[in-house]
């Protein structure tokens, strides 16, 4: 499925800006990536979270095609599954893009991937945009938050590593359970919707995706 | 400690993006109150990161890339983009009452509410019970705020759709155990049940009815009522 590199690279080199989108494809990297990557758009976990974290801290537009590279294809495909055709898609995935460069002092590498954080940017500018509801979301700096009892900061410090594991994961899964899950997030759809278009017992696709579920925590579990 | 969780599906849901709006407000105010839920949601949502990570690109335009550079450009510093982020701060100015204070209330429900609940234009509904709505537009739920009164037995009553119940403030107990801040009780369709509020205090709570379309006629509107009053 992630064969074909995202397609930035040869629009950017049109527009006469190359010099830099190769530096930062295939240059020297200052953010503790391996020096040894392939020179790709495709990103791992922790390159993904050390571009965002070069964000945070300076305007950095290196980092910023990277994640653009990696992240804009992706979130257009994911808006697109979702039903926006090709202009609304592709304007919608810029502005994720621009959400990534403004918020990037909100990411929090312990609490999540940066394909997670990115995925809720995406899913969140969607309802807003397309559904065009407000989506309640919970907020970190809440007074009535009630923390977590026990948060060891060493389990914390794994969600890139999680993130890795997971991408692996979901490749794993028996085709009738995965499609059932891209059909969870990406289509929209409840389970009795689902179940319509699959032809399925409701009980079916809800033991179906619940098996899913608990295939991919006890992978996860096993990291922890 | 929240004891009550909501079904997992309704927390998958929620991360998903598929949840309408009313049933998001109340996980979003649940997983406030439930690092145990708070947890699972953000479990949920990396695999929507997993999955973001394993679908096909869809190639950018030409030009996709300077385009937001020239943006940024544009407005360095724009701020927060308000759809991806949390609701505003709560306002010092609702830190006062005693009950539904900034503290108390999470931020998700606060920016739907947006004030203290004494201050609400409770509606009464029988000498026990009051109920404010919120969104009174949203199409195929019901959304409201309930408080039952300390001590007092809610009348028995059925729902048109399931319901889901989180507590806010107090607690109540019925047939299926005792339900205090940050729980969620859930009943579907037909299921008849008698709450009675905790004698501590009165018992606040963010009630959604998701009735069926075909309940959303003024048959199912009185449905949605508690029959009883």
Same mark, same amino acid.
């Given at each position: 499925m992630r064969q074909?590199?995202?397609?930035?690279?040869? *629009?950017?080199?049109?527009?006469?800006?190359?010099?830099?989108?190769?530096?930062?494809? *295939?240059?020297?990297?200052? /953010?503790?990536m391996d020096p040894d990557a392939e020179p790709s758009s495709e990103l791992t976990a922790g390159q993904a979270a050390d571009l965002l974290a070069t964000l945070a801290e300076r305007a950095d537009r290196q980092a910023f095609a990277r994640l653009f590279a990696h992240f804009a294809p992706r979130v257009k495909s994911y808006l697109r599954r979702l039903g926006a055709g090709d202009t609304l898609a592709e304007e919608l995935a810029q502005e994720v893009m621009l959400t990534v460069w403004r918020r990037a002092h909100l990411f929090d590498r312990r609490q999540a991937g940066a394909s997670t954080w990115?995925? /809720?940017?995406?899913?969140?500018?969607?309802?807003? @945009?397309?559904?065009?509801?407000?989506?309640?979301? !919970?907020?970190?700096?809440?007074?009535?938050?009630?923390?977590?009892?026990?948060?060891?900061?060493?389990?914390?410090?794994? @969600?890139?590593?999680?993130?890795?594991?997971?991408?692996?994961a979901v490749t794993t899964l028996p085709e009738e359970q995965a499609a059932l899950l891209r059909m969870s997030y990406f289509e929209d759809k409840s389970h009795s919707?689902?179940?319509?278009?699959?032809?399925?017992?409701?009980?079916?696709?809800?033991?179906?995706?619940? !098996?899913?579920?608990?295939r991919l925590r006890s992978m996860l579990e096993d990291v922890d | 400690m929240v004891q009550h969780l909501p079904p997992e599906e309704?927390?998958?849901?929620?991360?998903?993006?598929?949840?309408?709006?009313? !049933?998001?407000?109340?996980?979003? /105010?649940?997983?406030?109150?439930?690092?145990?839920?708070r947890r699972q949601v953000r479990e949920f949502e990396s695999i929507g990161g997993a999955l973001l990570e394993s679908v096909e690109p869809a190639e950018m335009a030409p030009g996709a890339l300077d385009a937001a550079l020239a943006e940024i450009d544009a407005a360095p510093d724009a701020g927060g983009d308000e759809a991806a982020g949390p609701a505003e701060r709560p306002r010092a100015a609702d830190a006062s009452g005693p009950s539904g204070t900034a503290a108390s209330v999470p931020t998700p429900l606060r920016t739907y509410v947006q004030r203290n609940f004494d201050a609400l234009p409770w509606r009464e509904r029988g000498s026990n019970v009051a109920e404010f709505d919120l969104l009174p537009d949203y199409p195929g739920y019901k959304t409201r705020l309930l408080r039952i009164r300390a001590g007092a037995k809610v009348p028995q009553h059925t729902h048109a759709g399931g319901e889901y119940t989180l507590v806010l403030e107090g607690s109540f107990t019925d047939e299926t155990g005792r339900f205090a801040r940050g729980d969620v009780a859930v009943a579907d369709a037909d299921?008849?049940?008698?709450?009675?509020?905790? *004698?501590?205090?009165?018992?606040?709570?963010?009630?959604?009815?998701?009735?069926?379309?075909?309940? /959303?006629?003024p048959l199912g509107r009185i449905l949605n009522y508690f029959v009883d009053m």
């Open positions: 074909r590199p995202a397609a930035v690279a040869p *629009s950017a080199r049109r527009t006469g800006r190359d010099s830099w989108v190769v530096a930062a494809a *295939s240059g020297p990297i200052q /953010t503790g990115i995925f /809720t940017i995406a899913r969140n500018r969607r309802i807003d @945009a397309i559904r065009r509801e407000k989506r309640p979301e !919970l907020d970190p700096q809440d007074p009535a938050l009630v923390p977590e009892a026990d948060d060891p900061a060493d389990k914390q410090v794994e @969600a890139g590593q999680k993130q890795e594991m997971l991408r692996r919707a689902i179940a319509e278009e699959l032809g399925l017992p409701l009980g079916t696709v809800k033991s179906r995706l619940r !098996l899913a579920l608990s | 309704l927390l998958l849901d929620y991360a998903t993006g598929t949840l309408a709006e009313p !049933l998001s407000l109340l996980v979003a /105010t649940h997983v406030t109150l439930s690092p145990e839920s299921v008849t049940h008698q709450p009675v509020a905790g *004698s501590e205090g009165d018992c606040i709570c963010l009630a959604v009815t998701d009735a069926p379309l075909k309940m /959303t006629g």
